[in-house]
């Protein structure tokens, strides 16, 4: 039986920075100092700061909420009820358990109370609608609602497969945004990704060590997504070459100033909805109010 530097039962087996077995609780201590490293390493978060925890009901952006709220910052949760059948409501009783588990304060909006319609009623490719609507609408109520940083759950692993995406499809724009910390500009907020560092299956352990409730029920239209093939190919690859999706992630961080090509970009008001745009009518609106 394989076991912690501590004698006890190995409750997980680590790769980075090094292999080693660790018990659930000197895994979970491993966990939260690399997330605290992460934090002070790109300046993330300061304690004086109003956060703002958008979470879905999941394992990622529960994990974060807590982990950031037993580190004392100022956090309030944030939700989205996007009318998908046979998931909003399961993700919802997850997002409210969660509430209560962590003391923290939690806002919920409804999607169909703000548009007319559900995710399942509009038409185009539903995970890319969801990501500008989901985006758009924590961003509005955080700076409406006075927050200074909105946190998100994206870890290591959504990171990666996102900028291959970007990579073969050469969206030069967007391949430029791949960083832990995008800071505030205009009605934009500070954006952080504490889990940058981190792949998924840590903080899924991290969550089950603590009994962190979260949903397992997985959304219909996500397994369309390219994404997560983009993931699985990873994966493979780091089964073959240990190590290979840090290199990834740290090579692109050394070189990410080859994609910066709209440094003096000029943002303007959206002229239906009056938040930061690229253009005269903002995505969520194109999407939602046209």
Known sequence: MLKCF????????VTYPKVKYLCKEHFIEYFENRVKRSIEKFKM???DEKILVPISGGKDSHAAAYILKKLGYDIELFHINLGISNFSEISLEKVKELSNFINAKLHIVNLKEITGKTIEDVKGKKCSICGITKRYLMNKFGYEHGFDTIVTGHNMDDELSFMLNNLLGWNIRYLAKHLPVLPAHDKFLK????FYEIEEKYIKAYADALNIPYTTVKCKYAKKAITIRHREYL????EEKPGIKYHFLYGYLKNREL???EKDFKFRECEICGMTSASKICSFCRVWRR
């Not at 994966?235 to 780091?238: D, Q």
């Open 6 to 13: 501590c004698g006890k039962e190995s409750y997980i087996k």
């Open 45 to 47: 978060l300061s304690k």
């Open 191 to 194: 954006k952080v990704k504490i």
């Open 235 to 238: 994966n493979k690859l780091e």
């Open 259 to 261: 994609f910066e090509v």
